[in-house]
């Protein structure tokens, strides 16, 4: 459990998958062992619960930068239910880690079947210490830096551009908007979400910083649309995610780019799959010349080439993302049950908890 900052009151379960670990000071240890009334799935379930973070919330220090003690800690109270319910939690859990599980090995999946159609399955970036070019490389690049020059890169590109089914640069496959900076002076602690960098991943959307009302009223004209797919520019640069369902209100950061397909060449899924894959990683790092804080210009952006695959092979590609997404989806699902179940649990009683999480997850096959 993180017991101060940004991740006050977070909480985290370690299971038998981790064999070794070691915890900063910043992090709390609970430990469940011995105790035969309490099932450490349900016990980190409670603490995710809305109940179990208010408590959390409500005994940590009032100063400037709040912080959960050992002491505090040890005085909630945690409400015991039957075994049988308990347990039911541990089920939740485990089932949806092999939800999740089998998401990351269909989504791999395609990742391996992109890379196989242009000859790199077994391909691996290798740094050269020495290798030739031409000053008439520099001079058509516009790049006299080493790092932009390393063969690596330059076996990527013609891997691509060598695909027998073509291949194009992603300005003439998409249009390209521009986000918003708000200023850290605008951020709030709730309203309408401030969609940062580190609020992006392949696979989901986080919300950490927010705006107001009256700030989203005056550049509503950032909000993302279903079909869009947000792409990273700065700071990690080449993380696409993309909205197949109309967003809920929110602003995306200026280090973020809306992408809006504008072709029949590509569908949405292959596009995001294969913005996210190997083969614009390492345009990114080429273009990023080795910065500390990588920047990756919109006209860079709009360079990146990638091969166009059959629209049978883009098609089996669409169908496994789709698939990998809906068991991320069950998988989180189960976890929001579990979290809902506890809380009726407590406001209701548990006979009302265990007849609605048997309804909410009687679809869901783990």
């Known amino acids: 459990m993180a017991k101060g900052g940004n991740s006050l009151a977070k909480v985290a379960l370690l299971t038998e998958d981790f064999e070794k670990y070691s915890i900063c000071r910043d992090v709390i240890v609970l430990r469940t062992h011995g105790l035969s009334k309490v099932n450490c799935h349900y016990f980190w379930m409670f603490l995710h619960s809305s109940v179990g973070q208010q408590l959390l919330l409500r005994i940590a220090s009032q100063t400037g930068q709040p912080h959960l003690t050992l002491e505090a800690i040890s005085q909630i109270k945690i409400p015991l239910f039957t075994d049988d319910f308990q347990n039911s939690f541990e089920w939740l859990y485990k089932g949806s880690q092999r939800l999740k599980s089998k998401a990351e090995v ?31 490389d520099t001079e058509q690049a516009g790049r006299i830096d080493a790092e932009y020059f390393q063969p690596k890169y330059e076996e990527i590109v013609d891997a691509i551009k060598g695909y ?47 705006i107001s009302e009256n700030l989203y009223a005056a550049i509503k004209q950032h909000q993302p649309n279903r079909g869009e797919i947000l792409f990273s520019k700065d700071a990690t640069p080449g993380i696409a995610y993309y909205l197949n369902e109309q967003p809920r209100k929110m602003i995306p950061s200026g280090g973020i780019l809306r992408l809006k397909n504008k072709t029949d060449k590509v569908n949405n899924e292959y ?40 629209e049978e092979k883009q098609t089996q ?23 809902q179940a506890v809380e009726m649990a407590i406001e209701q009683d548990e006979k009302t908890a265990i007849n609605w999480l048997e309804s909410a997850t009687k679809e869901i096959e783990t």
Do not use: M
């Open 317 to 339: 590609i669409q169908q496994k993302v789709v698939e990998s997404f809906t068991l991320r989806k069950q998988s989180k699902h189960l976890l929001e049950c579990a979290k």
């Open 106 to 136: 269909k989504y791999k999946e395609t990742q391996t079947f992109l890379l196989a159609e242009l000859g790199l399955t077994d391909w691996r970036p290798e740094h050269r210490l020495t290798f030739v070019k031409n000053y008439s």
């Open 164 to 210: 027998p089914g073509g291949w194009d640069t992603l300005e003439n496959l998409v249009t390209v908007r521009k986000c918003v900076e708000v200023g850290s002076g605008e951020y709030l602690e709730e309203g309408i979400p401030f969609v940062r960098v580190s609020n992006l991943s392949p696979f989901e959307i986080t919300e950490e910083k927010y």
């Open 271 to 310: 596009l995001t799959l294969a913005l996210n894959s190997i083969l614009t990683k390492e345009q990114v790092n080429r273009d990023g010349g080795g910065s500390v804080i990588l920047h990756w210009r919109p006209d860079q952006v709009k360079g990146t080439v990638l091969p166009i695959l059959s």
